[in-house]
């Protein structure tokens, strides 16, 4: 089993929809997570860092970590078709772990 | 600020060859990660150096590949000889302290 999970969509959604991005994971010891985008043959980029649960907002984003349960989420308010892309939920508690991240395809 | 740069950007070589990728982080940053990624999966760890120290090298095939980073700025990966299930994207990122990292656009890899 590995120690971060991720729903493998694909995902497709109109252009003004409510995005929900889950991942789970299993290793007490993460204490930061992330969510990285990735656009088509480009490196993962930082979007949100959080290390504690509870929500944090940054414009259209949100980070929802719930220690307890070993679930973090990423919510995209209004989605543009610029938001089209790869994202990666990684943890770190010594080293990062990625997820295999999910890939949205938002349709104008 | 320039960010991390990675060079060769495409490589294809034959099974049994090998391969060297070069990166130069972003100026002052401390440490630098190689990772891993195959199509289709997250990116794997492979290496992480504090200035020229290796901090975890746990996930990275000994026997096939080495990294190094001698004067605690750029780094190189090399990969001999290569095998089929070496393709994949390489790629590079560097952290001030090991929080934030940036990556680098990656050097795709494609063995034949």
């Known amino acids: 089993q590995k120690e971060v999970e991720q729903d493998p969509g694909p995902l497709s959604v109109p252009e003004g929809a409510i995005v929900s991005l889950n991942c789970t994971y299993s290793?007490?010891?993460?204490?930061?997570f992330m969510w990285y985008r990735q656009y088509s043959r480009k490196g993962p980029e930082l979007l949100m860092y959080?290390?504690?649960?509870g929500n944090k907002e940054d414009g259209r984003f949100t980070a929802q970590v719930d220690k307890s349960s070993k679930y973090i989420s990423l919510f995209i308010r209004d989605s543009q078709p610029s938001d089209s892309a790869t994202y990666l939920c990684?943890?770190?508690?010594?080293?990062?772990?990625f997820g295999d991240g999910t890939t949205l395809t938002v349709k104008p | 600020e320039a960010g991390v740069a990675q060079s060769p950007r495409y490589k294809i070589i034959e099974k049994r060859q090998s391969v060297a990728f070069w990166c130069n982080p972003i100026?002052?940053?401390?440490?630098l990660y190689w990772y891993q990624q195959i199509l289709g999966q997250g990116p794997k760890l492979l290496i992480q150096?504090?200035?020229?120290?290796?901090?975890?090298d746990s996930q990275l095939p000994k026997d096939r590949f080495s990294a190094e980073r001698l004067k605690g700025v750029d780094s190189t990966l090399k990969i001999q000889p290569a095998k089929l299930e070496d393709s994949a994207v390489y790629l590079c990122?560097?952290?001030?302290?090991?929080?934030?990292?940036?990556f680098g656009p990656g050097t795709r890899l494609t063995v034949l």
């Open positions: 150096f504090q200035n020229n120290g290796v901090v975890d």
């Open positions: 290793n007490s010891a993460f204490q930061y």
């Open positions: 959080t290390y504690s649960s």
């Open positions: 100026s002052g940053h401390a440490t």
């Open positions: 990122a560097s952290s001030f302290n090991t929080d934030t990292q940036y």
């Open positions: 990684a943890m770190m508690g010594g080293k990062s772990t």
